[in-house]
């Protein structure tokens, strides 16, 4: 097996690729590409690798890269409702559109996030989607089937993140706010803030559903990804993905 970055990403070697990028990588190989598209920060991503992404972006890696299909690592994060991987991404220096959509159905990462892998993800969904809200997602941008995410929202704790409407829509858009904050009736007469953070608990994602993830493999779909059964850790490297 090559010692490349690309080729120990694919081979979901992470003690090497952790020592690689500690070690110093060429800035070739972080944005370097494989099969379909890949690039290592997409499979860093994919197998919820959280230390090498940060390792990845702070050696150039580029958040907004699309595969063959267009999906970006933010995308990833969306469908596996990881909203620390996702924070990741977006407090990175380096451009990230948040609405980029992929070449397939010409979905979001919002569009992505209101359909979990998991629906047993339903409060982790539900605090990605606010997170995204947060950080200047735009609700009303439509696919190519013209839906907005709204139209795929079946998870009732999905429904109510996206019924926080406190950002003011301005020309069709979601204008950016810091921290943004509704009115509501308090006791004694006076107005409370309330923000997304108070709405859900704020807590990342249960460590059990990271921790799930060793020793799996995820084969993509076409408009997200799609959770494969669990491999042997001591099982040789299968190179079909």
């Keep these: 097996m090559s010692d490349s970055l690309i080729s120990l990403c694919e081979a979901y070697s992470w003690p090497r690729v952790i020592k690689l990028l500690r070690e110093g990588v060429p800035a070739k190989q972080v944005n370097k590409a494989g099969r379909e598209g890949l690039t290592p920060l997409h499979y860093a991503c994919l197998e919820e690798q959280l230390e090498v992404t940060e390792l990845l972006l702070q050696a150039g890696a580029d958040p907004s890269a699309g595969d063959s299909d267009g999906t970006t690592c933010l995308h990833i994060a969306a469908t596996l409702s990881n909203a620390p991987l996702a924070q990741l991404l977006l407090d990175t220096e380096l451009p990230l559109e948040i609405d980029q959509q992929d070449f ?13 892998d998991d629906p047993s993800k339903a409060e982790a969904a539900a605090r990605f989607v606010a997170l995204l809200l947060e950080r200047g997602a735009d609700a009303t941008v439509r696919d190519k089937a013209g839906k907005v995410a709204s139209d795929y929202a079946e998870l009732a704790p999905v429904r ?3 019924s926080v409407t406190n950002s003011p829509l301005v020309g069709g858009r979601r204008r950016r706010i810091a921290t943004p904050t509704t009115d509501e009736p308090a006791a004694g007469g006076r107005t409370a803030k309330v923000t997304p953070a108070d709405t859900f608990d704020g807590s990342a994602p249960p460590t059990e559903d990271l921790e799930a993830s060793v020793g799996r493999r995820r084969r993509r779909r076409q408009g997200g990804v799609q959770v494969a059964e669990p491999a042997a850790d001591d099982a040789p490297f299968n190179p079909a993905f």
């Design 104 to 116: 397939a159905g010409g979905s979001t990462a919002l569009h992505m996030a209101v359909t979990p």
């Design 160 to 162: 109510a993140a996206l």
